[in-house]
């Protein structure tokens, strides 16, 4: 029996992207998701883990604590799943660059934007307000500068006239549906690697921009 890419992901609300790389880990993708990991106990994405038989944990910031201190205890609760690839999928908390350290090449993320344009909150709406006629979705390696790690892949979604926010952000999540788990099982196969800062598939070092999803 092959060993299947122990996954954990870690996420603070509704859980979609979760639930799109849970429907994707069929035997040929090479992983499966052990665990799930939420900083808010009311998470919607912890009733999609455990409607998965999917073991789940639940690790609430207390009032007056360092980021330094809850990333420690994160970091504990991380170990506990022996986890070979972290997954952030809407994970709505700034980590340490501790954290980000230790799990530096084995931590992915997907932001709401094709980066390096737009990083931080509210993607959608600035697109619009910057005039952009495309938008869309970036997978990249975590590093302690947020939303500047290295891209591994985007998928792009057009920017209409009378779009708001809201529609704007529907079209794109559709996206980080489609190649969220791609990545994932890219990096489940071995495929890809995150070497001296740079994406690497297949051997070859990825774009700036990364791979562009058809």
């Given at each position: 029996m092959p060993h299947l890419c122990r996954v954990l992901v870690l996420i603070?609300?509704?859980?979609?992207?979760?639930?799109?790389?849970?429907?994707?880990?069929?035997?040929?993708?090479?992983?499966?998701?052990?665990?799930?990991?939420?900083?808010?106990?009311?998470?919607?994405?912890?009733?999609?883990?455990?409607?998965?038989?999917?073991?789940?944990?639940?690790?609430?910031?207390?009032?007056?604590?360092?980021?330094?201190?809850?990333?420690?205890?994160?970091?504990?609760?991380?170990?506990?799943?022996?986890?070979?690839?972290?997954?952030?999928?809407?994970?709505?908390?700034?980590?340490?660059?501790?954290?980000?350290?230790?799990?530096?090449?084995?931590?992915?993320?997907?932001?709401?934007?094709?980066?390096?344009?737009?990083?931080?909150?509210?993607?959608?709406?600035?697109?619009?307000?910057?005039?952009?006629?495309?938008h869309g979705a970036s997978v990249h390696f975590v590093i302690p500068k947020l939303d500047a790690g290295p891209v591994v892949l985007q998928a792009k979604v057009p920017v209409f006239e009378d779009d708001s926010a809201e529609l704007l952000a529907a079209r794109v999540h559709e996206q980080e549906h489609a190649i969220y788990p791609l990545v994932v099982k890219w990096f489940a196969q071995g495929r890809l690697s995150m070497q001296k800062g740079q994406a690497l598939l297949d051997g070859e070092i990825l774009p700036e921009s990364g791979y562009a999803a058809d």
């Open positions: 603070s609300g509704n859980g979609s992207n979760l639930q799109a790389i849970i429907d994707h880990s069929h035997p040929k993708a090479n992983y499966q998701v052990v665990g799930v990991i939420s900083n808010k106990a009311d998470a919607y994405g912890l009733s999609r883990a455990a409607d998965a038989a999917i073991e789940t944990s639940c690790i609430s910031s207390v009032s007056g604590e360092s980021r330094e201190a809850y990333d420690e205890r994160l970091m504990a609760a991380i170990d506990n799943y022996q986890p070979d690839l972290i997954v952030l999928a809407g994970f709505m908390r700034i980590l340490s660059n501790a954290l980000v350290e230790k799990y530096e090449g084995k931590m992915l993320n997907v932001h709401p934007s094709l980066l390096p344009r737009h990083t931080g909150l509210h993607t959608h709406q600035k697109a619009i307000d910057a005039g952009d006629d495309e």
